[in-house]
C-alpha cells in the first residue's frame, strides 16, 4: 500500500486530538470524514474542522456523520477517543473497516492490543481493565490496527474548534514490532500532513514510555486542578509520583520494556513544558469520563500479572476513583 492509496480517511472522536489529525490529513488532500454526534456532529457540518494554530486558524471540509454505516469502508480509520468511550466505538466501527483498512489507535494509557504479537509469556494476554469482555478486540480485526503516540497538547476550545498547544509527534507502528509497507507508506502521508511522524520498531515501549510519565501526573490533576509545574514543584507530591514510576519501571522490565531513566529525568522533561493543564484535568472541566482504567487500573493489573507489589500505584487508583466516582465520571 503506497500513500497514495490512504485516500479514504475517518477520524473516529474528533475531539482534541482527533480533530487536530483529521484537519491535517484533510490540508494533504485525503477526504475526510468525521462520526460525531450532538453539538460536535452540528459544528463539523457548518464549519467543518477548525485548528486554531498561535494566530492562524486553519478550516478543513469533511463530510460528517453520527452514523459510521453512512461513510463506508475506509482506508484509513483514525480511533481517537479516550478509553471510556472505546467499548460504545467498538459496537459502531464495523461498517468503516474492510479487509486492507488501517486502523490508527491515538490513545492514551496500555491499549487493548498490548500483548497482541509482544510481551513473550504474556503473549496474547487480555488485560480486563482496558478489555474487560474482549468485545473490543472481537470488534477490531487484530490484522488491521497500527499503534500510535501521540506527542502533543491540543484542547476543545468549542465543538469542532481546536486548538493545538505545543508538540507535533506521531510515533507509529506495528502491534507485532518490526516495520512493514503500509506503515511505512502511513508514516510517509503523516509526514506530508505536517506531522513530524516516525515509526517504531516497538510501538508498546513508546507507549509504555508516555504512560511513565502521565499515569501519575494525569489523575494527579484531575482531584487537585493544580497544573503540571505547580504538581512536580510539591516536593510531597513529587516523591509520591517517583515512587509511583518506581513501580511501573520494575514492571515494564518484567514484560520486556526496560526504562533506563530514573523517575527525575522525567520530571526534568515535564516540568520544561511549563504550567499546563493535563487532558484529564481538561475533562474533569468537561464532565466528561476520565480514562484512569487505562492510564492506572490498568498499571494495577500488569503488576498482579508479574508479580511486582504496587502500593503507591493502588494508592493513587484508590484516590482518583474516589474523586471521579463522587463526580460521576467514573
Known sequence: MTHKSIQKTCIYGAGAIGGWIGAGLAAAGCSVSVVARGATLAAVRQHGLRVVDGD?????????????????????????????????????IAPLIGPSTLVLTAMNGVPWWFFQGFGGKY????????????????????????????????????????????????IIGEPSGGSSARVQALAALLVRAGFAASVSAQIQKDAWYKLWGNMTVNPISAFTCATTDLILGDDLVRDFISKIMLEAKEIGARIGLPIDQQPEDRHAVTLKLGAFKTSMLQDVEAGKPVELDALVSVVRELGQLTRVPTPFTDALLGLSRLHARGLGLY
Do not use: M, W, Y
Open 123 to 170: 503473549v496474547g494476554t487480555q488485560l480486563r481493565a482496558v478489555d474487560a469482555t474482549g468485545e473490543i478486540a472481537a470488534a477490531i480485526p487484530a490484522a488491521n490496527i497500527i499503534g500510535c503516540v501521540v506527542h502533543a497538547n491540543c484542547s476543545v476550545d468549542a465543538p469542532g474548534l481546536i486548538r493545538h498547544h505545543f508538540g507535533n509527534g506521531l
Open 56 to 92: 492562524v486558524t486553519r478550516e478543513a471540509a469533511v463530510q460528517a456523520s453520527a452514523d459510521p454505516a453512512e461513510l463506508g469502508v475506509q482506508d484509513l480509520v483514525v480511533v481517537a477517543v479516550k478509553a471510556p468511550s472505546l467499548l460504545d466505538v467498538a459496537r459502531h
